[in-house]
């Protein structure tokens, strides 16, 4: 080898200012998903310091008192629940029963793809046009009056995109093969359904409905002329305070009511509320994250 | 896509062998033939299986019914004009004498809300997807993805009472402004909302990008940021388009955050730091004042028809992006 033969894989300045730029990009995409995460996590803990000082049991079990400046939750909770668990029977099988026609039956064809579009845009609909569908096609032409029940499915149309989607990509992670060896032996399609692809993909099915779970709960605009009430008496600590005709109080309610309508409330109040709301929805979530990474690793294919 | 299944064949029926021999095939002949009930039954499970499939078109077509026929009847009365409702800012809708439905100063407020939202979130939500889909290591990655999956199940009104306290401090003290409760305000908080969908469609685009791409780039010399720059963002630019579009439609039809956090001033904004109001809050604010089946009450449900047609719009146009990528 002759001395003056440039040595390939040396640094030359071309290279060196490659790598330079590589790593200012790099750190400047960091501090851009940081500048994301950072103020959620400040956001969050000013909002458990604020709200420490009313953070017991006795808050969540209590009700409101003194024009409700002063009390606990408890109305709000149990009406949370009510209208979720309502909403969730109304259109966890609708969503189901869709992505199975989405996903097993349908064709790649002009009214499928209209179909695809629907929920899409049913996705997409602002959730207080939601609130006056409710209104109008419930409340009113239904006759259903506020009511607990119209409030539910007005959440139920709400949040059926979140469970169809999630049902969906459950099915569609079902191996093809699968199918094919359960209709070879001469199942028919219905049955090729029930025996292994539901089955199969029930995880993923369960983490939608929990999504939606926690979907639901947190929406105010869709329940607020429907059904949720600012204030409603009921006892401490019952459980079935609320008929399906009935008003009832709502978490997320309760937070707006209680942070720009209420005079006077207790400084921590209203963020003890908030802090149940967001630890509520987000233990949902994370249940519903933890199930999906523990099917994932006990996935066989 | 074309993995979808092909009609599974319909269970044959063995043909019969012409000495027949029973026990030779019983097994057979018993397991083709079903009893009526079960054929029923599934059939009718199937017809249940397509009814919820064209559901969401139902609900779709309903919800624009129904909102549209609160609304129609003030659009005949004869006093309302639309140029009106489009065109003025004027919005009197309690006034005694002279009441005027003129929703241009919501549209204003709408548009420099969301407009504000996007200038900051664009940026930040596509640089980090950009980051989580190239830049990170896998453990990290797991983790960036499921804590944006928790930034977007935070609720709506969560957001606007951190608006309305936190933020609304802190923009008073930082820019000196009379009111906390503004654009500024809002836009961050709808930043903030809006972030995720973003990053996680954004992700998803650039994860489509074939990893062939990605290796003759790497093949090249190339370092991840001149693949970023040259080859990636130019291969994924329709799936961030729909990630920027479904971030814009989220912020057209948030309601609650911008409802706390904009403050209550119906009026053409001159500056960041002017309160509005949105088409979305307007509704909110103002249905439960309205009597039902007054002029009030209908242009409100008219302001949601105006909503849906523009989400609607948006969201068409996402989709139909993602659409062309697809077929490429």
């Given at each position: ?85 309502i909403?969730l ?28 579009l ?26 259903f ?10 959440l ?14 459950a ?10 060896a359960?209709?070879?032996?001469g ?25 939606q ?15 949720a ?7 401490k ?23 720009t ?25 994370a ?15 | ?29 018993r ?5 009526a ?16 499939g ?33 065109f ?19 549209l ?19 640089g ?38 936190v933020m ?22 709808l ?41 990636l ?27 706390m956090?904009?403050?209550?001033a ?7 730091l ?33 909503l849906?047609s ?19």
């Amino acid at each position: 080898m002759k001395p003056d033969t440039p040595a390939l894989f040396t640094e030359t300045a071309l290279v060196r200012r490659k790598y330079r730029q590589e790593t200012v990009a790099k750190w400047v995409f960091f501090v851009m998903a940081a500048a994301m995460i950072i103020p959620l996590l400040l956001i969050v803990g000013y909002l458990m310091v604020k709200a420490a000082p009313s953070l017991t049991l006795g808050f969540l079990l209590d009700v409101p008192v003194r024009g409700m400046t002063e009390g606990g939750i408890w109305p709000a909770f149990v009406g949370t629940i009510y209208l979720v668990f309502i909403s969730l029977a109304i259109s966890a099988p609708i969503g189901i029963l869709a992505a199975v026609y989405l996903n097993e039956y349908a064709r790649d064809n002009w009214f499928n793809r209209v179909i695809n579009l629907a929920v899409i845009n049913l996705a997409g609909v602002p959730s207080i046009v939601h609130a006056l569908f409710g209104l109008g096609a419930f409340v009113y032409a239904a006759r259903f009056g506020y009511s607990i029940l119209s409030a539910s499915l007005t959440l139920a149309i709400m949040t059926l995109p979140v469970i169809v989607a999630s049902t969906r990509e459950a099915l569609a992670s079902v191996p093809r093969s699968f199918r094919e060896a359960c209709w070879n032996v001469g199942a028919t399609r219905w049955q090729t359904i029930r025996a292994v692809v539901l089955p199969n993909s029930i995880s993923g099915i369960l983490t939608g409905v929990i999504l939606q779970v926690s979907r639901a709960a947190g929406e105010t605009a869709p329940i607020m002329f429907t059904g949720a009430v600012f204030y409603k008496a009921i006892e401490k600590g019952d459980l079935f305070a609320y008929g399906l005709h009935e008003q009832c109080m709502a978490l997320s309610m309760h937070l707006y009511t209680i942070s720009t309508q209420v005079p006077g409330v207790k400084e921590s109040i209203p963020y003890a509320t908030a802090v149940v709301l967001l630890g509520s929805v987000l233990l949902v979530n994370a249940a519903a994250i933890a199930l999906r990474v523990y099917m994932r690793s006990r996935t066989k294919w | 896509m074309s993995a979808r299944p092909k009609p599974g064949p319909a269970p044959a029926r063995p043909q019969e062998p012409s000495p027949p021999a029973p026990e030779a095939y019983s097994f057979a002949v018993r397991s083709a033939r079903r009893p009526a009930w079960s054929v029923w039954g599934e059939r009718a499970l199937e017809g249940a299986i397509y009814l919820c499939g064209i559901s969401a078109i139902i609900f779709v077509l309903s919800i624009f019914f129904f909102v549209f026929k609160e609304a129609a009847p003030v659009l005949v009365g004869g006093e309302f004009s639309l140029t009106e409702f489009l065109f003025s800012p004027e919005w009197y809708p309690t006034s005694e004498e002279n009441k005027r439905y003129g929703v241009l100063a919501m549209l204003a407020g709408t548009f420099s809300v969301t407009a504000l939202a996007m200038v900051l979130a664009v940026p930040f939500g596509l640089g980090a997807a950009i980051y989580i889909s190239e830049f990170c290591g896998s453990k990290l990655k797991e983790t960036l993805k499921i804590v944006i999956e928790l930034l977007a199940a935070i609720p709506s009104v969560v957001w606007g009472f951190v608006g309305l306290t936190v933020m609304s401090k802190l923009i008073v003290t930082y820019t000196g402004a009379p009111v906390g409760v503004n654009i500024l305000n809002g836009g961050l908080i709808l930043a903030l909302m809006s972030v995720p969908i973003i990053v996680s469609i954004g992700e998803d685009s650039l994860k489509a990008v074939p990893d062939s791409y990605r290796e003759a780039g790497v093949a090249l010399g190339a370092t991840k940021w001149q693949l970023v720059r040259r080859v990636l963002l130019p291969a994924a630019k329709n799936g961030l388009l729909a990630a920027v579009l479904l971030g814009v439609g989220r912020g057209v039809g948030e309601t609650m955050a911008v409802l706390m956090a904009t403050g209550h001033a119906v009026q053409i904004p001159h500056g960041i730091l002017d309160s509005v109001r949105t088409l979305t809050a307007n509704i909110a604010a103002e249905l439960g004042e309205a009597p039902a089946g007054s002029d009030h009450y209908r242009v409100l449900f008219l302001t949601g028809v105006l909503l849906f047609s523009l989400t609607f719009v948006v969201n068409l146009g996402a989709d139909l992006v993602v659409r062309g990528i697809r077929k490429k």
